[in-house]
């Protein structure tokens, strides 16, 4: 037991059930057993909003990764005689390769006009 806010207890000791102790000869404690208890703590966390938003940020670039159709065309020109040459195009596509084509196709027809 300890009084106040002291850090030095004024008495210990063990008690079995059923049984009484005198305190400093103010109080008696008598043990009666075990009950259930619950402890509840409450406290206030500032920094779960910026967890949210990296939660949020996580499951956006989830989605963007599923939905999202990247498609790459790139070429390479070889000159031969100035303006004049050989263009050399290729494609990349993670997904989705019917609208790669499709772009890649739609890409050659308006440098070749």
Do not use: H
Not at 27 to 45: A, E, H, N, P
Not at 70 to 96: D, R, W
Request: charged share 15%; net charge neutral; glycine share 16%.
């Amino acid at each position: 037991m300890y009084k106040g806010t002291g850090a030095e207890p004024i008495q210990s000791g063990q008690l079995m059930s059923g049984q009484t102790i005198d305190v400093q000869g103010s109080y008696q404690l008598k043990f009666d057993g075990i009950t259930g208890f619950t402890g509840l703590q409450v406290k206030k966390d500032p920094g779960v909003m910026l967890i949210w938003l990296g939660c949020a940020l996580l499951m956006g670039g989830l989605l963007l990764a599923f939905y999202w159709q990247t498609e790459v065309i790139s070429g390479i020109f070889e000159s031969e005689k100035g303006t004049q040459g050989k263009l050399t195009v290729g494609a990349l596509s993670g997904k989705v390769t019917d609208n790669t084509r499709k772009a890649l196709e739609q890409f050659v027809s308006s440098v070749t006009k």
